[in-house]
């Protein structure tokens, strides 16, 4: 079974960094798709970043091209989203989400708020 545990979310001025961390257990990590998503009140939930099984392939979406980073690790089981130059506009319920095939997990979802 897929559990995935985010943390690292706050309250951080604008231009200010968070680092989010996703601990994954219960499945082969290495095999997965390792995705985060966030999700903005009154708005669908939408794909920040992606970082393929092997690291290598790494995709973002536009808005946050340049500012945010994912990596992750294998070994300890661990996915990364460093955010930097943070805007009011990322503010959001961040997930940490797992996929292979028709096989999806989620995190419970840690909160970014991003205000002065």
């Known amino acids: 079974q897929i559990q995935l545990v985010e943390s690292g979310g706050g309250l951080v001025q604008p231009g200010g960094s968070l680092r989010l961390a996703c601990a994954a257990s219960?499945?082969?990590?290495?095999?997965?798709?390792m995705s985060w998503y966030r999700q903005a009140p009154g708005k669908e939930r939408e794909l920040v970043a992606s970082i393929g099984s092997g690291g290598r392939t790494i995709n973002y979406v536009d808005s946050v091209k340049g500012r945010f980073a994912i990596s992750r690790d294998n070994a300890k089981n661990t996915v990364a989203l460093q955010m930097n130059s943070l805007k009011p506009e990322d503010t959001a319920v961040y997930y940490c989400?797992?996929?292979?095939?028709?096989?999806?997990?989620w995190g419970q979802g840690t909160q970014v708020t991003v205000s002065s």
């Open positions: 989400t797992a996929v292979r095939g028709s096989t999806r997990g």
């Open positions: 219960g499945f082969t990590f290495s095999s997965y798709t």
